[in-house]
C-alpha cells in the first residue's frame, strides 16, 4: 500500500503559478506510476497528467499541456504538479494519484490509491 498527501495548492492571479506536491510514504514508490486528477464544483474528477515509474515518460490532457509539468523525484517519494500560466477555468482541487499500470492512465478508475487533494484558486 501507498499513502500520499497532497499540499502546495493556494490562491493565484490568472496567469500565475503553483507548484503541487504529493508525497508517498512506503518504500515501494518506484514501482507505482503517478497521476494527477482535479474536480471542480458539480463537475467529474477529470485526468490532469501522468508520469511513469521510472519519469521517462509523461502524459496530459490537452486542457493544460504546454502549461504544466509533471514530474517525480523518487529519492524523495514525490510527485510534483508545476502548473504555470494558469487560468480561472483551472480551479479545482487536485488529486495526485498511484497505480500499478498506466493502461487506463486517463480515468481515475485507473489508480489505486489517492491523496485527499489540494485547493487550487485561480481568480480573473
Known amino acids: 500500500q501507498v499513502q500520499l498527501v497532497e499540499s502546495g495548492g493556494g490562491l493565484v492571479q490568472a496567469g500565475g503559478s503553483l507548484r503541487l506536491s504529493c508525497a508517498a510514504s512506503?518504500?515501494?514508490?518506484?514501482?507505482?506510476?503517478m497521476g494527477w486528477f482535479r474536480q471542480a464544483p458539480g463537475k467529474e474528477r477529470e485526468f490532469v497528467a501522468a508520469?511513469?515509474?521510472?519519469?521517462?515518460?509523461?502524459y496530459y490532457a490537452g486542457s493544460v499541456k504546454g502549461r504544466f509539468t509533471i514530474s517525480r523525484d523518487n529519492a524523495k517519494n514525490t510527485v510534483y504538479l508545476q502548473m504555470n500560466s494558469l487560468k480561472p477555468e483551472d480551479t479545482a482541487v487536485y488529486y495526485c494519484?498511484?497505480?500499478?499500470?498506466?493502461?487506463?492512465?486517463?480515468?481515475?478508475?485507473?489508480?489505486?490509491?489517492w491523496g485527499q487533494g489540494t485547493q487550487a484558486t485561480v481568480s480573473s
Open positions: 508520469i511513469s515509474r521510472s519519469g521517462a515518460s509523461t
Open positions: 494519484a498511484a497505480t500499478g499500470n498506466l493502461l487506463n492512465l486517463w480515468v481515475p478508475a485507473g489508480y489505486d490509491y
Open positions: 512506503g518504500r515501494t514508490f518506484n514501482t507505482y506510476d
